[in-house]
T-cell receptor, first 112, second 112 residues
Framework: GAGVSQSPSNKVTEKGKDVELRCDPI?????LYWYRQSLGQGLEFLIY????????KSGLPSDRFSAERTGGSVSTLTIQRTQQEDSAVYLC??????????FGEGSWLTVV | DAKTTQPPSMDCAEGRAANLPCNHSTISGNEYVYWYRQIHSQGPQYIIHGLKNNETNEMASLIITEDRKSSTLILPHATLRDTAVYYC?????????????FGSGTRLLVRP
């Protein structure tokens, strides 16, 4: 596709359940980023993938959060044992190496 | 932590120029200044970026001071659709990690 694609666009889940959020970056982009934005708050960096290098996981808030990037393209962000404070919009972005970063429209997660 | 300082809010009249300031006094010589905006919790939209020269594109102009310690984003003829949160970001480049660290941004309100 032309832009960064994320799915699902909306997800409601029960506290304690696991969720998976998917990101399809722009074709050919080498770098992929995940951010989180809680209601009324700024964007919080979570994790960054660049090619085959080890990911920068410095922003992951706890060990319940993990992400994979298969084949250097699609990425999945997994949140285990969800808590209400995990409710947020999760934004994915991609870039070609250090060039301009483009964002998707996000996946809205609500934990009830 | 974000390396930029922006006023929390500004307003301007429709049709007039909007000038959004940003301080980045600790910027390094090889760090770029990026501007993004976010409209009503959509994914952040790239506007413009620069290193040391002034830049202009179809959306905006970016004026960077000679010492690179501050910059101004100019929307030449603001419209109601330009109402958004504007983020000024210095691009971190640590061990080839090109992630963006977002601050609080400036909430711009364009008045009819």
């Amino acid at each position: 596709g032309a832009g960064v694609s994320q799915s699902p666009s909306n997800k409601v889940t029960e506290k304690g359940k696991d969720v998976e959020l998917r990101c399809d970056p722009i074709s050919g982009h080498t770098a992929l980023y995940w951010y989180r934005q809680s209601l009324g708050q700024g964007l919080e960096f979570l994790i960054y993938f660049q090619g085959n290098s080890a990911p920068d996981k410095s922003g992951l808030p706890s060990d319940r959060f993990s992400a994979e990037r298969t084949g250097g393209s699609v990425s999945t962000l997994t949140i285990q044992r969800t808590q209400q404070e995990d409710s947020a919009v999760y934004l994915c972005a991609s870039s070609f190496y250090g060039n301009t970063i483009y964002f998707g429209e996000g996946s809205w997660l609500t934990v009830v | 932590d974000a390396k930029t300082t922006q006023p929390p809010s500004m307003d301007c009249a429709e049709g007039r120029a909007a000038n959004l300031p940003c301080n980045h006094s600790t910027i390094s010589g090889n760090e770029y200044v990026y501007w993004y905006r976010q409209i009503h919790s959509q994914g952040p939209q790239y506007i413009i970026h620069g290193l040391k020269n002034n830049e202009t594109n179809e959306m905006a102009s970016l004026i960077i001071t000679e010492d690179r310690k501050s910059s101004t984003l100019i929307l030449p003829h603001a419209t109601l659709r330009d109402t958004a949160v504007y983020y000024c970001i210095v691009r971190v480049d640590e061990d080839s990690s090109y992630k963006l660290i977002f601050g609080s941004g400036t909430r711009l309100l364009v008045r009819p």
